[in-house]
């Protein structure tokens, strides 16, 4: 099985390549281009926050064993993301648009804090908090909200199999 920490971290990766390649690709991007772009990482922060905010961030809030305040404050990141996102996704023909390099500049910036502050301070919270069960429960429910069977995988087997 795998645990909800685990599985949280490895989506990083792929979320933190997509956000530096729009940072870097965004002032060679036309509109249309940086909306298109924007889109597919929406896509894939969208879901990423709602399954850590359901699947994380709610148990860990609701066992007082983590401060409210830094559950919150993962929270509230969310929401300043989704907020970001939204001003790159608009249409383009509304008339009232914030700077879009800036934007991607500012959204960049709070995805890396974010995530180095979840890396760093909150999943390590969260594997002292929770007990292995728990933690492995929340994993299974990721994996099936993902659409992923890791029913037969013992991640010792991989283990054993590299030596």
């Known amino acids: 099985m795998m645990n909800i920490v ?14 530096d390649a729009l940072a870097l690709a965004a002032p060679r991007m036309s509109a249309e281009q940086l ?9 894939g922060i969208d879901s990423h926050a709602t399954l850590e905010d359901e699947l994380l961030f709610a148990p860990l809030a609701a066992s007082g064993l983590v401060p409210a ?11 300043q993301i989704e907020a970001l996102l939204g001003q790159l996704v ?6 009232v648009r914030a700077d879009p390099q800036q934007t ?11 995530f180095e502050q979840e890396e760093n301070v ?10 292995a069960d728990e933690l492995e429960e929340l994993g299974a429910r990721w994996a099936d909200r ?18």
């Open 35 to 43: 909306r298109a772009a924007a889109l597919a990482l929406s896509s």
């Open 6 to 19: 685990t599985a949280l971290v490895g989506e990083h990766g792929p979320l933190r390549s997509q956000i």
């Open 69 to 79: 305040g830094e559950v919150e404050e993962m929270f509230d990141d969310h929401r």
């Open 146 to 163: 993902r659409g992923i069977d890791v029913g037969g995988l013992e991640l010792s087997t991989f283990d054993a199999a590299r030596r």
């Open 104 to 114: 991607v500049s500012r959204l960049a910036t709070l995805v890396r804090r974010h």
């Open 122 to 131: 909150l999943f390590p919270a969260a594997l002292r908090a929770l007990d």
């Open 90 to 95: 608009a249409p383009l023909a509304e008339t």
